[in-house]
């Protein structure tokens, strides 16, 4: 998983937001959509370190600060701000529970928050909803509104950390996968982390609602989870796809898209019920649920093989560094040239 890269302390920095705002979300101080940009203003920003990462969750958003602290605003109803109550904020508020810590990644689901501190052996901790096992805490909770620590990880140097719906992930320094929340096929909870053993080294988890990508050391991609409007290709295709080993359970088991087979993988992103990479090439595909365009394809249709995006880049014989990011429904890539000083 990418760490998070810190910035200066004294970088010059604005914070712009904009689209569904009716929860908070946008931290401008308004309960209300905006369909341009709107400038976030507010003392607990100016006063703070710069901003070196953003995770958008369900309808909350999480800053990290160069400084190793969190700030977080919008939908607080199931305590997934830390602030102590299930209120939401309108306005960027810090996390003053994370305050002894330097956390050095975080991630926003629908409705929980993760967090890695590297101040304390790499632990991760997490608030908000619990019910499905997501704060992986040992036990079923309803919410919880201070961050609270996670449990079967001591041993681990866990360096990041994904919040999807109702399931967390968590990758280790020596490559290893815990997951815990909502099982990825089945209806069982997991209430604490559990490590699903392969004999690959994984770099980077991506999750969604229904399912997650896994992407090794070597460039291969594998996945977890159903088979909702395509996220996991072609059903006709399952019972050839290469499977990774991954103990008793054949839940737990890593499953490559036959399409993709021989492609070595740079980045991965999942939304709700689609998937997004970039390949060794610079090449964008995307399959799953399209219905709001997020495949970038043109159309608004399911596609349960993965499909070539047209990114029109200007100079076609420049080398591009691409990443990859996803909302439920929507895509985001970020094409950065290569060009010589």
């Excluded at 997490?126 to 096992?133: L, V």
């Excluded at 096929?185 to 053993?197: A, E, M």
Aim: aromatic share 6%.
């Amino acid at each position: 998983m990418n760490d998070p890269q810190l910035m200066e302390d004294d970088v010059e920095q604005e914070l712009w937001s904009w689209g569904a705002g009716t929860d908070a979300q946008l931290g401008t101080g308004r309960l209300e959509d905006n369909n341009l940009p709107q400038l976030v203003r507010t003392p607990s920003l100016s006063s703070a370190p710069a901003i070196s990462f953003l995770s958008c969750g369900g309808a909350h958003v999480i800053a990290l600060t160069a400084g190793g602290g969190v700030l977080t605003w919008g939908r607080g109803n199931s305590g997934q701000l830390g602030l102590g109550d299930m209120i939401s904020s309108l306005h960027p508020k810090p996390v003053m529970r994370l305050g002894s810590y330097f956390i050095t990644h975080v991630s926003a689901g629908w409705s929980h928050s993760g967090f890695v501190s590297g101040s304390s052996g790499e632990q991760v901790y997490g608030f908000g909803a619990g019910k499905r096992g997501q704060l992986g805490i040992s036990k079923k909770i309803q919410t919880v509104n201070l961050p609270i620590l996670s449990s079967n990880l001591e041993a681990a140097e866990i360096v990041g950390i994904a919040a999807g719906g109702d399931h967390s992930a968590a990758l280790s320094a020596e490559g290893h996968l815990y997951t815990w929340g909502r099982g990825f096929k089945s209806t069982s909870d997991v209430y604490s982390p559990q490590h699903l053993p392969s004999p690959s080294s994984f770099s980077k988890v991506a999750l969604g609602w229904n399912h997650a990508l896994v992407l090794t050391d070597e460039g291969e991609l594998y996945m977890l989870g159903g088979k909702h409007h395509g996220a996991l290709s072609d059903s006709e295709m399952l019972n050839s796809m290469k499977s990774l080993p991954a103990g008793d359970s054949r839940e737990d088991n890593f499953q490559a898209v036959p399409a993709l087979s021989g492609i070595k993988v740079l980045d991965i992103a999942a939304g709700a019920e689609h998937s997004v990479i970039v390949t060794e090439d610079g090449g964008v595909k995307t399959w799953g649920w399209g219905e709001h365009g997020q495949l970038g394809l043109g159309d608004t249709c399911d596609h349960t093989n993965p499909q070539t995006v047209n990114l029109n880049l200007k100079l076609e014989s420049t080398a591009y560094d691409v990443k990859v990011y996803c909302g439920s429904g929507f895509t985001v890539a970020v094409a950065t040239s290569n060009l010589p000083n």
